[in-house]
């Protein structure tokens, strides 16, 4: 049975979104690695300024799904529209989808050692050519928005593991994307930084309306999207379908 893979109520109403966020379809979109068949003709929308969570046993797909959307990997047949384009396709090619269009959080932050979570967050920024002073100035913005204020000189190895991930939500929100993808962004901590990683997400998402996929196994994480997809097998299945056969 396939899973109900439409938008469900009003985005704006639910999370504060101004429609600014990015849509997503993707159209029997099948991923193949060898013997295996990570992603299975998954058809899915995500509408402007939505918010959904990816939740599935590991290895059913899901960061293999969003790579997909992330423009990370290519299907190996199907299409992936980012507001009615491929992502390849678009001006500035991936290039430019990965400078103007999306940021990705992960389960590992990725922050380079030798640099202060100020010069990590403003890594993107020096790509896009944004002026060294305007880097500075929304790089400690930022870093104020996810709670690090006064961390801003500190390196990664001097911030706990949950600063650590913050450093990286604000990493990815300095290209001000308009789609978020995030992948375990809580897997790796305990539950009181679990929480504080979980805000700044939630936050960034009602103060800019962008359009977030999130994948977790975080139960806390999963009840504040607007909506859960659940994969199986590289499929997107209806919840009592993964019920029966997680049990």
Do not use: C, W
Request: net charge neutral.
């Amino acid at each position: 049975m396939d899973a109900q893979t439409e938008p469900q109520g009003d985005p704006a109403a639910a999370g504060g979104a101004s429609h600014t966020g990015a849509e997503v379809v993707l159209e029997r979109v099948r991923r193949v690695r060898g013997a295996v068949i990570a992603v299975a003709d998954v058809t899915m929308r995500v509408e402007r300024g939505e918010s959904v969570v990816l939740t599935g046993p590991s290895g059913s797909g899901k960061s293999t799904l969003l790579g997909l959307i992330g423009g990370l990997a290519k299907p190996d047949s199907g299409r992936v529209l980012i507001d009615g384009k491929v992502p390849g396709d678009r001006k500035g090619g991936l290039a430019g989808y990965h400078r103007d269009t999306v940021g990705f959080v992960f389960q590992l932050h990725h922050l380079l050692p030798m640099l202060t979570a100020q010069a990590n967050v403003e890594v993107p920024m020096v790509a896009a050519g944004v002026p060294r002073s305007e880097r500075r100035r929304r790089a400690e913005e930022l870093l104020d928005e996810v709670g690090l204020t006064g961390r801003t000189d500190h390196l990664p190895g001097q911030l706990s593991g949950g600063e650590r991930q913050r450093v990286a939500v604000a990493r990815a929100l300095s290209n001000d994307p308009r789609l978020l993808l995030a992948d375990e962004p809580t897997g790796a901590l305990d539950t009181a930084n679990s929480e504080r990683t979980r805000d700044p997400l939630g936050e960034a998402r009602r103060k800019r309306g962008m359009t977030v996929i999130v994948v977790t196994h975080d139960p806390r994480v999963a009840e504040r999207a607007d909506r859960q997809l659940h994969m199986l097998d590289g499929r997107l299945v209806t919840a009592p379908e993964m019920s029966e056969a997680l049990s």
